[in-house]
């Protein structure tokens, strides 16, 4: 069975600081994809990033950016120059791809609750 | 544009009642999901259906079940309401053919409360 573990519960960081969030995985199988999801006060769940397990790139968007370590087993997400609008719950996920083809939906880590004072 | 909505939005009943929380979306896809938010626990996956007819169980189905009639809706109904079933519900859906492992689409929750 797979993981997703979140050690951060919450964060808290002065406006325009960078900060990071961990996400560690658990997976046996070679074939997988990972996410990253922001949930805002408002409550939706916002998708932010997907990646799949043969793709070690780091990719950058904007003010943030992910690193991916298979060696590791991590997808780390950073906020660069962090804004207050950047306040939210962000949950890191994996989906699993068998080798029959097919998968089980996403698996969420609880989440980091980040809050960016002005 | 397409979408993915849920209803209610607020739901409060009382427990042994059955309740049923609708989803539904205009993307004609696939993969539809439903998932329970608590404090503690993140998102916990609870059905999914994979296409019309095919359901499958979560990691937290009992109590709980679905039936997918068509490709636009997925209801969540709970047979028996319980207390510690009083969470934040989230349907989703996702086009990919490859089953679950695409981008989710989140409808905006249902706040369940069983008293």
């Known amino acids: 069975a797979q993981k997703v573990t979140q050690a951060q519960t919450e964060i808290s960081v002065v406006e325009k600081e960078d900060v990071t969030l961990d996400c560690v995985y658990e997976t046996r199988d070679t074939t997988y994809y990972l996410f990253w999801y922001k949930q805002p006060p408002s409550g939706e769940l916002v998708f932010l990033i997907r990646r799949n397990s043969f793709d070690e790139q780091n990719e950058i968007s904007g003010r943030y950016s992910w690193n991916f370590q298979k060696s590791t087993s991590s997808f780390n997400f950073t906020i660069t120059a962090s804004q207050v609008v950047d306040s939210a719950v962000y949950f890191c996920?994996?989906?699993?791809?068998?080798?029959?083809?097919?998968?089980?939906?996403?698996?969420f880590g609880k989440g980091t609750h980040l809050i960016i004072q002005p | 544009d397409a979408e993915i909505t849920q209803s209610p939005r607020h739901k409060i009943t009382e427990t042994g009642r059955q309740v049923t929380l609708a989803c539904h979306q205009t993307?004609?896809?696939?993969?539809m999901f439903w998932y329970r938010q608590d404090l503690g626990h993140g998102l916990r996956l609870i059905h999914y259906?994979?296409?019309?007819?095919?359901?499958n169980k979560g990691e937290v189905s009992d109590g709980y079940s679905v039936s997918r009639s068509n490709t636009e809706d997925l209801p969540l109904t709970l047979e028996s309401a319980a207390s510690s079933q009083t969470s934040v519900y989230f349907c989703?859906?996702?086009?990919?053919?490859?089953?679950?492992?695409?981008?989710?689409?989140f409808g905006e929750g249902s706040r369940l409360t069983v008293l």
């Open positions: 996920a994996l989906s699993v791809m068998y080798s029959g083809g097919g998968a089980d939906g996403l698996t």
């Open positions: 989703a859906s996702s086009g990919d053919g490859t089953s679950g492992t695409g981008e989710l689409f």
């Open positions: 259906s994979y296409g019309v007819h095919d359901t």
């Open positions: 993307w004609n896809h696939n993969n």
